[in-house]
C-alpha cells in the first residue's frame, strides 16, 4: 500500500537538543510538505520541496531544518533555536491529479520538548 | 496575502444536516479543498472545487461561489462519527503546490 509514513508517533526531547523526525512516502510525488499544527490554530507551513535537493522555507521556518536528498524522504530537524517547539507536527506530499494538487498527510508526529 | 475565514465551533444534531462556511480572499484562484481532521490524527481529502456550484460526494457536499470568495461544505444525515475538525484549504497563486489552510471548524455532533 502507498502512503507517507511518520515516526515516532509521540516524542520527548529536553530542551536545547535537536530532534529530527524522519518522513518517507512511497508514493512518487514530488512535492512534500511540513506543517506545524497547535491548538486552536490551522496548519502552518514550514519547508516545502518540490523536486530533490530543492526546498524553499514556509511561512515559519525560524528554528526548523530540512534536506531533501531522496525523492520518498523528507526529515524535518527542531533545532534548539525554535522557541516553542512543542506541537503536533504534519508531513505531506503531493503530485498533480487532474489539475488539484491533492495533499496526502502521514499521521504526524506530537513533540514534547519540557 | 491570502486569508480564508471559517467558524471556530459548531454543534448540530445526529441525523440531521449541518453547513460549514468558508470565505478566502486570494490574489489568484486555484481550487479549493476540504479536508477532514479527527482529534489526534491527519486531515484527510473530502473535496476539491475549482468551478462554481455543487459537488455531491454521497453524504457530503460542497459548493463554490468564486465570484463571492465563498464556500461551504454540507454534511447531510449527520453521524457521531462525523465530530472532527473541517478545513478550508486555498492553493497559492503560482506557487503551484503550497496550499493556506484555514483554521478549521470543529463539529460536535450531539445525539
Known amino acids: 500500500d502507498g502512503g507517507i509514513t511518520q515516526s515516532p508517533k509521540y516524542l520527548f526531547r529536553k530542551e536545547g537538543q535537536n530532534v529530527t523526525l524522519s518522513c518517507e512516502q512511497n508514493?512518487?510525488?514530488?512535492?512534500m510538505y511540513w506543517y506545524r499544527q497547535d491548538p486552536g490554530q490551522g496548519l502552518r507551513l514550514i519547508y516545502y520541496?518540490?523536486?530533490?535537493?530543492?526546498?524553499q522555507k514556509g511561512d515559519i521556518a525560524e528554528g526548523y531544518s530540512v534536506s531533501r536528498e531522496k525523492k520518498e524522504s523528507f526529515p524535518l530537524t527542531v533545532t534548539s533555536a525554535q522557541k516553542n517547539p512543542t506541537a503536533f507536527y504534519l508531513c505531506a506530499s503531493s503530485t498533480p491529479t487532474d489539475g488539484s494538487y491533492e495533499q496526502y498527510f502521514g499521521p504526524g508526529t506530537r513533540l514534547t520538548v519540557t | 496575502g491570502q486569508n480564508i475565514d471559517q467558524p471556530t465551533e459548531m454543534t448540530a444534531t445526529e441525523g440531521a444536516i449541518v453547513q460549514i462556511n468558508c470565505t478566502y480572499q486570494t490574489s489568484g484562484f486555484n481550487g479549493l479543498f476540504w479536508y477532514q481532521q479527527h482529534a489526534g490524527e491527519a486531515p484527510t481529502f473530502l473535496s476539491y472545487?475549482?468551478?462554481?456550484g455543487l459537488e455531491e460526494k454521497g453524504r457530503f457536499s460542497s459548493f463554490l461561489r468564486r465570484s463571492k470568495g465563498y464556500s461551504y461544505l454540507l454534511l447531510k444525515e449527520l453521524q457521531m462519527k462525523d465530530s472532527a475538525s473541517y478545513l478550508c484549504a486555498v492553493p497559492f497563486s503560482g506557487g503551484y503546490q503550497k496550499v493556506t489552510f484555514g483554521i478549521g471548524t470543529k463539529l460536535q455532533v450531539i445525539p
Open positions: 520541496s518540490q523536486i530533490v535537493n530543492d526546498f
Open positions: 508514493l512518487n510525488h514530488d512535492a
Open positions: 472545487n475549482v468551478l462554481d
